[in-house]
């Protein structure tokens, strides 16, 4: 029965690293490479991340740098940057891209903390499918008589224990992003 508990522990494990993926994606008025993880540019007809096709370095806590490896892809990614809808403006001088990070304003702020505490919930959500999975599973074991009533009860009980783990681990990823956001 371990086996149920390990695929639940990864799969929810999976669903806190997703959160963590799209959270690191929202801007919060601090400059961060990973701004620009979901950018893809065409790069010699493959779409390629923006990072695969340059240097790309935070400045200073409001601005970034872009440095192409090859320099006719300078006014593509610049391109892909204004297209992105992230509301950068990237500067270019002919060899770097330097983008500036506009500081938020406080409606933007709320905005994205709503959109954090979305991606929050939906992340309890999938936490929530893989406990009403794995107990499915156990509550097969015991009807199939492979374990005990006293096993499936023990066993339930470390499913929810994993479960409320990770539901407390997003809430406490949440109010961090949210405390970041909010930060001026």
């Known amino acids: ?40 540019v065409d790069y010699y007809g493959a779409h390629s991340p923006i990072n695969q096709v340059g240097n790309l370095t935070v400045l200073d806590s409001h601005a970034l740098s872009f440095t192409p490896w090859d320099k006719s892809m300078l006014n593509i990614v610049e391109k892909a940057i204004l297209e992105a809808n992230l509301g950068l ?17 406080e409606e933007r702020r709320k ?15 999938a936490i929530r499918n893989v406990r009403r999975d794995a107990n499915e599973h156990l509550k097969k074991e015991e009807k199939d008589k492979k374990i005990s009533e ?24 949440l109010k961090h992003k949210e405390k970041e956001i909010m930060e001026v």
């Open 89 to 105: 403006n990237p500067v270019n001088d002919g060899t770097n891209l330097k983008i500036p990070i506009p500081p938020l304003t």
């Open 1 to 40: 029965m371990n086996t149920i508990l390990k695929d639940a522990k990864s799969r929810m494990d999976k669903s806190l690293e997703t959160l963590r993926n799209e959270l690191a994606k929202i801007r919060t008025g601090k400059a961060t490479t990973t701004l620009l993880d979901g950018i893809k």
């Open 150 to 173: 006293d096993e499936l009860k023990h066993l339930e009980t470390e499913v929810q224990k994993l479960t409320d783990d990770h539901t407390k681990i997003v809430d406490d990823i």
């Open 111 to 125: 905005d994205l903390v709503k959109l954090v505490k979305k991606f929050g919930e939906e992340t309890k959500v």
